[in-house]
């Protein structure tokens, strides 16, 4: 079994900065991509941005030059660093990842989901 831990989060003031973590914990899995969505009521669940494992970072036009995406391939970890924040930002952040997962002979191709971190900006 592989699982996605999240990490951080929490309430900021708009203009503020949050940041929020996510790593592989279990079997071995090698990740292809990791990235983060996320889901503001009433609202469906959005790309924010993701990193591949070559460390191409792709970002949601909303976030573009505020948020900052880094992982580290070692650690099986993606960072999401959150400046500028508005009240707009605000929603259940999800880590996502997608890579192979080895355990013994059992050898395939996984997409994650983490359980979600709340991210509230007040105005």
């Known amino acids: 079994q592989v699982q996605l831990v999240e990490s951080g989060g929490g309430l900021v003031q708009a203009g503020g900065s949050l940041s929020v973590s996510c790593a592989t914990s279990?079997?071995?899995?090698?990740?292809?991509?990791m990235g983060w969505y996320r889901q503001a009521p009433g609202k469906q669940r959005e790309l924010v941005a993701h990193?591949?494992?070559?460390?191409?970072?792709h970002y949601a036009d909303s976030v573009k030059g505020r948020f900052t995406i880094s992982g580290d391939n070692a650690k099986n970890t993606v960072y999401l660093v959150m400046n500028s924040l508005k009240p707009e930002d605000t929603g259940v952040y999800y880590c996502?990842?997608?890579?192979?997962?080895?355990?013994?002979?059992?050898?395939?191709?996984?997409?994650?989901w983490g359980q979600g971190t709340l991210v509230t900006v007040s105005s």
């Open positions: 996502h990842a997608e890579g192979y997962y080895s355990a013994g002979l059992d050898y395939r191709y996984l997409e994650l």
């Open positions: 279990g079997s071995i899995f090698t990740t292809n991509l």
């Open positions: 990193i591949t494992a070559d460390g191409s970072g």
